[in-house]
């Protein structure tokens, strides 16, 4: 059974880092393109970051320059280094991962088959 377990989320004050980590089990997704996605109250699930299997990246406007998507294979698990944070970067953090191989990034939620329970980042004034 595939799970994917984000951490790392919690309270920050604006200006300050945080980095969330996505680790998978249940197979592996070595060849799998996989993306953050954050819905904030009220608001649609929007993604953040995404990076393919070859490591290939793609950025929200937002957050370009403050964070950086990344994946270590050999742990089977995603990253995402948050810099700068602000707060309209409060939200509840997804991590996603596509179920076909050899992907490339996707954008919209309809393209994730893997879904995480989701970690909540809040960003303090």
């Known amino acids: 059974q595939v799970q994917l377990v984000e951490s790392g989320g919690g309270l920050v004050q604006a200006g300050g880092p945080l980095r969330l980590s996505c680790a998978a089990s249940g197979r592996t997704f070595s060849t799998n393109a996989m993306g953050w996605f954050r819905q904030a109250p009220g608001k649609e699930r929007d993604i953040v970051a995404a990076?393919?299997?070859?490591?290939?990246?793609y950025y929200q406007d937002s957050v370009k320059g403050r964070f950086i998507i990344s994946r270590d294979n050999a742990k089977n698990t995603m990253y995402l280094q948050m810099s700068s944070l602000k707060p309209e970067d409060t939200a509840v953090y997804y991590c996603?991962?596509?179920?076909?191989?050899?992907?490339?990034?996707?954008?919209?939620?309809?393209?994730?088959?893997?879904w995480g329970q989701g970690t909540q980042v809040t960003v303090s004034p």
């Open positions: 990076i393919s299997w070859i490591g290939n990246t």
């Open positions: 996603a991962v596509r179920g076909g191989s050899y992907s490339r990034y996707g954008t919209d939620l309809a393209e994730y088959d893997y």
